[in-house]
């Protein structure tokens, strides 16, 4: 069964810190990798997008990396602010239209 | 210019009932996908529509419907609705050929 595994599921920072979520996905064989945030209540803003054939995204703060080989995908985000205060997904698309998500990383960033 | 719009917003219904949920996608795009995410879970993709027709589907029984009109809007119907549909409803719409989908801010779904 294909999975997207998202650790760790909540995470707590001070503003200024340097973070990194982690996904991890069961089946190496994958079209695409994207990072969502999403704000309670709300619907998915997309962040990155990496194509199967790509290492990494970035995007101001944001960079993403992709390991097929190991089955993980990273999200760095630079010098945390409140703002960024979100739930982070991972959605992975195994060879067809349908995405995979993950269940998220609850973030906090604190004043 | 609109982003992808949901109506509506929230909605409380009881076991057995039927419901209706309605996106307008971002204006140009051909294309609607629709997700259910239960509380503290990621969306699971429920079916999309291209052309007036759905041209993919999850693993979702066929309680769950949909349609597309000619310009573009969709809707979602469940039938007999059972206390696990409890859920948010997202609506995502793109452009046939590209990968990036522009979600809606959902409907909260509350069954009794």
């Known amino acids: 069964k294909q999975e997207v595994t998202q650790i760790p599921a909540a995470l707590s920072v001070p503003e200024g810190e340097n973070l990194v979520l982690n996904c991890s996905f069961t089946?190496?064989?994958?079209?695409?990798l994207q990072w969502f945030r999403q704000d309670p209540g709300k619907g998915l803003t997309s962040l990155l997008l990496?194509?199967?054939?790509?290492r990494e995204q970035t995007s101001g703060r944001l960079n993403a990396s992709l390991d097929k080989s190991s089955g993980r995908s990273t999200l760095y985000i630079a010098a945390s602010q409140p703002g960024d205060s979100a739930t982070y997904l991972c959605a992975v698309r195994f060879g067809s239209y349908i995405p995979t998500f993950g269940r998220g990383t609850s973030l906090i960033v604190h004043p | 210019d609109a982003g992808v719009t949901q109506s509506p917003t929230h909605l409380i219904k009881t076991r057995g009932q039927q419901v209706t949920l309605r996106c307008s996608p971002k204006s140009g795009h051909d294309t609607v996908s629709w997700y259910q995410q239960a509380l503290g879970q990621g969306p699971q993709f429920i079916f999309q529509y291209y052309e007036e027709e759905e041209r993919q589907r999850g693993n979702f029984p066929d309680r769950f419907s949909g349609h597309q009109f000619p310009n573009y809007s969709s809707e979602l119907n469940v039938n007999a609705l059972l206390l696990g549909d409890s859920a948010l409803y997202l609506c995502?719409?793109?452009?046939?050929?590209?990968?990036?989908?522009?979600f809606g801010p959902g409907t909260r779904l509350l069954v009794l």
């Open positions: 990496i194509q199967s054939s790509q």
């Open positions: 995502a719409s793109s452009l046939a050929g590209e990968e990036t989908q522009y």
């Open positions: 089946d190496s064989a994958i079209y695409n």
